[in-house]
């Protein structure tokens, strides 16, 4: 039987690998296990993040006055559907009477009870395709030693009645990002995570399971960023623009490097790149 992590309710836990995670996994060495389905085989779309959504997915799982907030703006200025996975009917019952409170439209907030281990859905949670105009789920191993989270996908997938493709990627969602036309972008991180599999191969599984074209940058240093992951420095907003960070007060910087390299590529490609100054204080860019 694999041995497991247990996370307390409600624990702010971050979205870094945790001391206790790190002493796992040298404990464990075994412990990432990829499965694989058959990838779609009607014509796919990926849509971008800036796509209309019906809805998003939310975590109960500590930072809740920021999930609050999240889930007011969905429901009101969003127009959408507030998702929210909770872990038993009790705390169900308490955010919805929470988010009442706080002046969410309760018409379009849907509580879930499911395990979940951390807040980080963004991350382990479903990602969509359309496979011939109808919707599916591409769902990756998390890159986190949290059973419950990884389980999400499968979760949801039954809930919504919508088919699953297991890609065999080890991978953190963050660490992805596209327009709605096939192209994408992701850090080097993502080869790190899957050391049996080339940058060729990776590329390749992204194409097959969500018809995208994946480009792979440098990941910031973990000194300053210790996800290493892609949204934390670029978004892409629309079909060809993008917003990528800048380092005006860090010019010789490392990450100032990759995102004017970045930044380069793109415009040579006709994107219409716009720059946002940042900063780093304390290992938190």
Known sequence: EQAILVFPEGA????GL???ERHFLEQNPGYWQTGA???PTGPIVCPGEYAP????ILAWEGFTSVVTAMAVNITTIGQADAYIMCDSQSEANSVMSTLNSAGANMSRVFTYVVTTDTVWIRDYGPRYIYEGGVRAIVDHTYNRPRPNDNNQPTFW???SGHQRYEIPLIHGGGNYHLNSLAAS???QLIVNENPGL???QIQAYWNQYQGVNTTLTSPFPTSVDSTQHIDMWMQI???NTVVIGDWPWNTPSTQNTICDQTDAAMDAAGWNVVRVPSHSVGGTH
Do not use: Y
């Not at 959504?53 to 998003?56: D, E, K």
């Open 198 to 200: 080339s940058a060729s």
């Open 37 to 39: 389905t058959p990838p």
């Open 12 to 15: 702010e836990v971050p979205k």
């Open 157 to 159: 997938s039954n809930v």
């Open 53 to 56: 959504m019906q809805g998003i």
């Open 237 to 239: 907003t629309g079909p």
């Open 185 to 187: 972008w992701a850090t």
């Open 18 to 20: 945790t001391e206790a």
